[in-house]
């Protein structure tokens, strides 16, 4: 007789520092994932059982994981989290949160598909995502963020549909194409989903759901729901998550183009507060103390060098206006306008739920805050301009109290310089505002304004009451009417 080994002999084993909840096999990696109950998410490789990384709980996501999912191609990684109900999407190669979603319930239980639909439907797919890659240029890698910037595009992943199902008490379950973006919640279901499966081809799911009796007797029930309309609109639901996913990456590329410019912020605030507070405390009719001050305090390369941080920081922001959130703004327009067009295509698009007036209401907010974006370039501009010309003017003062030679390029001040350096004298160095900034007397609000994290909508349509551009226009089309009646 042949001994065969048992089908349940142990290959290996590994004692680990908490007991483990939740664990998930990668779909094609030598890799599995744990939750334990520290609220870690640990993965492993299964080949010596070695920690590859580990995402330990933290205030954004929470430290309760209810659940887990591995997106089909095993680069991405989901985790429900109970205490602050979540979803959340983790690279795996390198352990950083992509994206996360709140959800009504905490998430019992997870499953991730891939979509199977015919060859004709990825293909036509494939040509229209090459034609929205010729309309729109390949958006700027961001300075500080680089990796950030390229990990979102792998929420996008392959170009075949995958769907994240969601499933949670009281007969909670949503469907997420992508993992990102909600295409149905079923109805007719009834307790705590303990288990899903959502077939290939979109035509049934499958939920296996607890409910517990007055005598707290859990009873188990099958429940097969028939989900076809997503299975016959599948080129649609296809182009439609799509898009989505684009438009949610772009909002993302948006936001860490803000906080780049924040920061640039902080660095002009942080250099005007430390090297100029003192200049700004003395009056200027003190003319002994601020002689002293710009001679011993604020050295003519000291200043020099200041001028030239303030106009790179400047520069920096000018710069991310112009090639983030501009290019940025425009292609979500072209993605929100291509979603339009689709749902005024009703006979195709009107299962779906694509409600036109809200995506008008999204362009018309894209718009706002574009036109922000190129008044904030003229403020930018003006503000520099300002400050280039006081810098200027304070170089020649200490260049000559030091009876240093001042070159003749520097000594000729042109009316319109001077009305810079009044401009600027006038705006940061107020006296009524010495004592209502915290401490901070450089005030150099005009810019920042623009990057105040405050919740007023823009105003659309903007106020364009004295623009000159509306008011020719105006007279333009006034004297067109008067020689149209003559």
């Known amino acids: ?63 309760e994981i209810t659940s887990l999912a591995w997106r089909p191609d095993g680069k991405v990684l989901a985790f429900s989290v109970g205490d602050t109900k979540q979803v959340v999407l983790c690279d795996a190669e390198k352990a950083e949160i992509l994206h996360l979603f709140p959800v009504e319930y905490p998430a019992s239980c997870m499953h991730w598909t891939e979509v199977h639909g015919d060859s004709s439907t990825l293909s036509s797919f ?42 949670g008490p009281s007969g909670f379950v949503e469907l997420y194409a992508y993992g990102l973006y909600k295409i149905a919640t079923p ?9 899903l499966g959502l077939s290939s081809d979109l035509r049934s799911l499958s939920v296996i759901t607890e409910i517990r009796s007055a005598e707290d007797n859990p009873e188990i029930h099958y429940i097969q729901l028939d989900t076809g309309l997503l299975s016959s609109c599948l080129p649609e639901l296809t182009k439609m998550a799509r898009k989505f996913t ?28 430390l090297r100029l507070t003192k200049f700004v405390q003395v009056r200027v009719h003190h003319i002994p103390e601020l002689q002293a001050l710009l001679m011993n305090q604020l050295t003519v390369k000291g200043l020099k060098m200041l001028g030239q941080s303030i106009d790179s920081s400047y520069s920096s922001i000018q710069k991310l206006v112009i090639s983030h959130l501009q290019s940025g703004s425009e292609a979500l327009l072209y993605h929100l ?57 304070l170089y020649v003062a200490m260049l000559r109290m030091s009876e240093d030679h001042v070159p003749p390029e520097l000594n000729k001040m ?73």
């Not at 990456?249 to 640039?264: D, F, H, I, N, V």
């Open 337 to 393: 306008s291509e979603v339009k067009g689709m749902a005024l295509w009703k006979q195709k698009f009107q299962p779906l739920g694509l409600d036109p007036a809200a995506i008008e209401d999204a362009i018309v907010a894209v718009g706002s805050f574009t036109l922000k974006a190129n008044e904030l370039l003229q403020v930018i501009d003006k503000s520099m301009k300002n400050f280039k010309a006081f810098f200027r003017w």
């Open 246 to 273: 684009h438009i949610s990456t772009l909002l993302q590329y948006l936001r860490l183009s803000l906080t780049c410019m924040c920061e640039a912020w902080e660095e002009i605030l942080m250099q005007m507060d």
């Open 414 to 486: 042109t009316q319109k310089d001077l009305a810079f350096v009044a401009d600027f004298l006038s705006e940061h160095f107020s006296n009524e505002e010495l004592f209502d900034r915290k401490g901070k007397y450089f005030n150099v609000e005009r810019v920042g304004q623009y990057l105040k994290d405050e919740d007023e909508d823009l105003i659309s349509p903007p106020n364009m009451e004295g623009n000159q551009w509306v008011t020719f226009v105006k007279y333009t089309y006034l004297f067109y009417s008067v020689l149209c009646c003559i």
């Open 187 to 195: 109805s007719g279901i009834s307790g705590t989903c303990r288990s």
């Open 126 to 167: 494939s040509e229209s995502e090459d034609e929205s890659s010729r309309f729109l240029p390949k958006l700027p890698t961001l300075p500080k963020s680089e990796e950030k910037s390229d990990e979102v595009t792998n929420l996008l992943g392959e170009v075949r549909l995958n769907i994240l199902v969601v499933g």
């Open 1 to 63: 007789m042949l001994d065969f080994p048992s089908p349940t002999q142990t290959v290996g084993e590994k004692q680990l520092p908490n007991p483990i909840l939740y664990m998930a096999w990668s779909p094609n990696r030598d890799l599995i994932a744990l939750a334990n109950t520290a609220g870690e998410l640990l993965l492993h490789r299964l080949a010596n059982f070695q920690r590859v990384w580990s995402l330990l709980p933290n205030e954004n996501t929470g430290k």
